[in-house]
C-alpha cells in the first residue's frame, strides 16, 4: 500500500462525518477481543515472552523494603491483596505494580488462599515472574500461561484453558483460580485484568476487582464473567489450581 494511498485515506476519514470516524473507530477497539481467538492470542503472547530481554533493574531489594508497608492493609483484607493502586513504591519491571500488576497480585492470593501463610514473600513472586513470564519488560503485565508455570513449579496441579465452556468445570474442581480478562469487550484501550477467584463451600469471590470485590458472592466462573464490569468483560484465558 503506497504512502500516497494512505495519505488520501486518512484525509478522507478525518473529513468525513462523525458517525463515520466512530464506526471505525469502534471497529478497531473492538477487533481483537471479538476477531482473533483466545488461543491464539495466549500463543503471541507467549511468544513475545520468551523472546523478552529484560532490560531494567533488580527490583527484589527495593520491593521487600516497600512490601513492609502494606503487611497491615494485607491483614485487615482477610489476607489478601484487594489495593492494586496503592502499589505505586513496587516495581514489576519498569512499572509499578499499581500500574501492571494485576497478574502478579492474582498469583500472590491464589498461593494466600491454598496455603494460607501470613509470611508469603510477594517480592519473590515478582523476581520469578519478572525472570519468566513478564512482557516486554512490563509494559504489558504477565503473560498469562506463565502464572500456570508457576504454580507447576511450586508443585501444585493445575487445570487451565481459554474456552469459557470449560470455566465451570475448572472451578468445580480446583480450588482457586486466575481469570484473565479484557475489561470491555467492546474497547481495548480499557485494557486486560487478571483477577484471583477463590471458593468456600461452592461460593466464588474474587479479589483485586474494586473496593469491595472480596464481599461479592458469586455461585460460579460464569457468573463471575457475566457480572463483573456490568457484564462489558470478555474471557481469555482461566488457570484453576488445585490444593495438594
Excluded: W
Excluded at 527484589?60 to 516497600?66: C, D, V
Excluded at 501492571?100 to 494460607?116: F, K, M, Q
Aim: aromatic share 14%; with cysteine; net charge neutral.
Amino acid at each position: 500500500m503506497s504512502a500516497k494511498f494512505l495519505l488520501i485515506f486518512f484525509i478522507v476519514l478525518f473529513s468525513s462525518k462523525c458517525d463515520t470516524y466512530d464506526s471505525i473507530l469502534s471497529f478497531f477497539k473492538s477487533f481483537i477481543q471479538n476477531h482473533i481467538s483466545n488461543d491464539a492470542f495466549l500463543t503471541v503472547i507467549d511468544y513475545i515472552r520468551h523472546k523478552n530481554k529484560h532490560n531494567f533493574p533488580d527490583n527484589y531489594q527495593n520491593n521487600t523494603i516497600a512490601f513492609k508497608k502494606h503487611i497491615p492493609t494485607i491483614t485487615r483484607n482477610n489476607g489478601y491483596i484487594e489495593d492494586q493502586s496503592s502499589y505505586t513504591d513496587m516495581f514489576y519491571g519498569v512499572k509499578p505494580v499499581s500500574y501492571n500488576g494485576c497478574g502478579v497480585i492474582a498469583t500472590y492470593n491464589v498461593l494466600y488462599h491454598l496455603t494460607h501463610k501470613t509470611d508469603i514473600d510477594f517480592p519473590s513472586i515478582i523476581r520469578e515472574l519478572e525472570y519468566d513470564g513478564i512482557i516486554l519488560n512490563g509494559l504489558f503485565g504477565t503473560a498469562m500461561r506463565a502464572i500456570e508455570d508457576y504454580f507447576k513449579k511450586l508443585g501444585y496441579e493445575t487445570m487451565s484453558s481459554c474456552k469459557k465452556a470449560d470455566y465451570d468445570k475448572i472451578g468445580k474442581e480446583t480450588d482457586a483460580s486466575v481469570l484473565v480478562v479484557y475489561n470491555n469487550k467492546e474497547d481495548i484501550t480499557e485494557a486486560i485484568h487478571y483477577m484471583a477467584i477463590t471458593k468456600k463451600d461452592g461460593i466464588y469471590n474474587v479479589h483485586n476487582n474494586g473496593r469491595s470485590s472480596a464481599s461479592v458472592a458469586y455461585n460460579s466462573i460464569s457468573d463471575v464473567l457475566n457480572r463483573i464490569n456490568g457484564g462489558k468483560s470478555k474471557d481469555i484465558f482461566l488457570v484453576g489450581v488445585k490444593n495438594y
